[in-house]
């Protein structure tokens, strides 16, 4: 197979270029890649404003830049992203991202920019040449979603909470200043949001031939929007952000309604497998939710002592923090996402 690789440039800064992967010109050949090169470039380029193209090239699989993929079971593939927040040196390439091959292609997460996407579908396309019918978006955090057009232009059907698009608008404008700032312009050059085609408000059943995924909305926890991906073959259970292994646990939905989830436990059949929103895959139950049921429960109490002694929240902040000292080992970015969500569970506790 060869791939349209067209080099662009932000248009007020010509000096910041990169190419990008436009999946609607692939083909079989070289000479039609070529031939379909232009029209599609234009098209792409049109709906890119703030970008200026340049060189178009087709190029072979085997040349494309991909990301590192581990096959954990048969047809099931998974990257692990880097165990922090954003950064430049991450690239903002931190969330897990998995997908499943069957008669079609299943991708659970897209990442955290066009260029993060492009190396997933490369890594896809290293594997087979199967037509990918769905991305599933977990959540709508911008580390998860943010590579979701490479998927939408390769034909692929986004699915995603009903709740997911409101999140996202409103959060859109503020991401598209404060991700570059953090990642920088280059590695952010020529993402944008992709709309969501399938939207949940239950449960639904995307049939892969040898096996079938279930994806299930969830109540309010980690966000308002989190789903969950069940694999009928492998038996693996992919959480999104609902489990948190190495990197600090952030909230964005409900402190109780995340520990409800915990509570409750996995969803029948036990999974063989729990692949997390970050960090190394778990082989139970237990292994994956422990150390951060231990540490929500913990903000949870903590919270509610400051509330319980009258504390302000700019004094309530800083003393969570000090409080939950004893839950911060093996916990990246502990200090800053703690101060976060002491604010969080502050509004909702003090309302219990």
């Keep these: 197979m060869f791939h349209l690789m067209l080099a662009a440039c932000l248009a007020n800064d010509p000096t910041t270029c990169a190419e990008r992967l436009l999946p609607a010109a692939d083909s079989a050949d070289r000479a039609e890649c070529q031939r379909r090169a232009e029209p599609i470039a234009r098209d792409w380029l049109a709906r890119h404003p703030r970008l200026k193209g340049g060189e178009a090239r087709c190029v072979p699989t085997e040349d494309l830049p991909a990301l590192a993929m581990q096959e954990i079971a048969g047809d099931l593939f998974f990257h692990q992203g880097a165990v922090d927040q954003l950064s430049r040196q991450n690239q903002g390439r931190i969330a897990n991202l998995s997908f ?14 066009r260029a993060e996407g492009e190396a997933l579908y490369a890594a896809i396309r290293k594997v087979t040449d199967k037509p990918i019918s769905h991305l599933i978006l977990t959540h709508m955090h911008p580390d998860h979603i943010l590579g979701a057009e490479v998927f939408a232009e390769a034909g692929a059907r986004i699915v995603a909470s009903s709740r997911l698009p409101e999140a996202v608008a409103r959060r859109a404008d503020g991401w598209m200043i404060s991700i570059p700032n953090q990642i920088g312009n280059l590695a952010f050059l020529g993402t944008q949001i992709a709309p969501v085609d399938q939207k949940l408000t239950a449960a639904m059943v995307i049939p892969l031939g040898p096996t079938e995924l279930t994806v299930t909305p969830e109540p309010s926890g980690h966000t308002d929007n989190d789903l969950i991906v069940q694999d009928s073959e492998s038996g693996a259970l992919f959480t999104g952000d609902l ?32 692949v997390p929103g970050h960090g190394p895959i778990a082989e139970n139950w237990d292994e994956a939710v422990a150390p951060q049921q231990q540490y929500l429960q913990a903000l949870r109490d903590t919270t509610r002592k400051a509330v319980a002694n009258g504390m302000p929240l700019s004094q309530a902040i800083p003393a969570i923090v000090n409080m939950m000292k004893p839950w911060s080992e093996g916990w990246a970015d502990f200090a800053a996402t703690t101060a976060r969500n002491a604010a969080t569970a502050y509004s909702q506790i003090e309302w219990e």
């Design 243 to 274: 489990v948190f292994r190495g990197l600090t646990p952030s909230l964005d939905g409900s402190l109780k309604g995340w520990l409800d989830w915990i509570a409750v436990g996995p969803p029948e059949p036990a999974p063989a497998l729990i």
């Design 100 to 113: 499943i091959v069957g008669d079609t292609v299943a991708v659970i997460d897209a990442g955290g920019s």
